[in-house]
């Protein structure tokens, strides 16, 4: 099977965007994202962008990890399938898509792509974690991929100290 697809960057991370205007590729997404995402035997990348047909939006943003399972939403990629859509869908500067069930704008600017993001859920809030640093506090918040806010006055060790793998 020949499928052309673009590889693009935003902020480090690496993505490969596929036009799946016609939905051709959407059985065998998982296993597309799979193979191509590998680093060792495929092209490599951080996930597989998908561009599709939306009815309420300018077009949909289908992220899939390299593992093949469904994606949320990433900023990085959305930024990236924004310049797709204007590069090579001659979408205009402004636009409107969908990712992972909410609404998202872009602007493409002449440096880079501003993404509009939609208000964060607060999933939970005055959640405590445990780490060899100590406790930390902070809220958990849906933002289209769930984030871990910290409360930056919880922090017994400076921020440029903090091992954020100890938690």
Not at 16 to 34: E, G, Y
Not at 93 to 102: D, I, N, Q, S, Y
């Amino acid at each position: 099977m020949h499928i052309e697809f673009e590889k693009m960057v935003a902020a480090g991370n690496d993505f490969i965007v596929i036009d799946n205007s016609d939905d051709h590729l959407t059985p065998l997404a998982s296993q597309i994202a799979r193979a191509m995402c590998d680093r060792h035997f495929g092209v490599g990348s951080d996930g597989l962008l998908l561009f599709e047909r939306s009815d309420v939006t300018d077009f949909r943003m289908r992220f899939i990890n390299p593992d093949g399972s469904s994606g949320m939403m990433c900023g990085n990629g959305g930024r990236c399938i924004a310049r797709f859509a204007h590069e090579r869908k001659g979408m205009g500067r402004k636009m409107c898509f969908e990712a992972a069930g909410r609404l998202y704008g872009a602007n493409i600017l002449d440096n880079g792509v501003e993404l509009i993001l939609p208000m964060p859920f607060i999933l939970r809030s005055d959640c405590v974690l445990e780490s060899t640093q100590g406790k930390v506090h902070g809220t958990l918040v849906d933002s289209g991929a769930p984030h871990f806010v910290i409360e930056l006055e919880s922090l017994k060790t400076p921020l440029d100290k903090l091992d954020v793998n100890s938690f």
